[in-house]
């Protein structure tokens, strides 16, 4: 079932695997070089991403960047 627009699934695939991993906001912020406050409008779907950003969490979760754009 696909629910929202690509932003608002990327973010919850986000969201997921951060919480996975038992990482707070700030954690995948440090890790992947970007803002805390960025992280969580990813997540809320409130910003466009770029691609360049996507694969920095990507990375920096360990996961494909396909796997968080995968819908569910």
Do not use: P
Request: contains cysteine; hydrophobic residues 40%; proline residues 0%.
């Amino acid at each position: 079932m696909v629910v929202g627009t690509a932003r608002i699934r990327f973010g919850i695939a986000v969201r997921r695997q951060r919480n996975q991993l038992g990482w707070s906001q700030e954690e995948l912020a440090d890790r992947s070089g970007l803002h805390r406050t960025y992280i969580g409008q990813i997540e809320r779907g409130a910003r466009n991403i770029s691609i360049d950003n996507m694969e920095c969490l990507a990375e920096a979760l360990a996961v494909s960047l396909s796997e968080l754009l995968k819908s569910e």
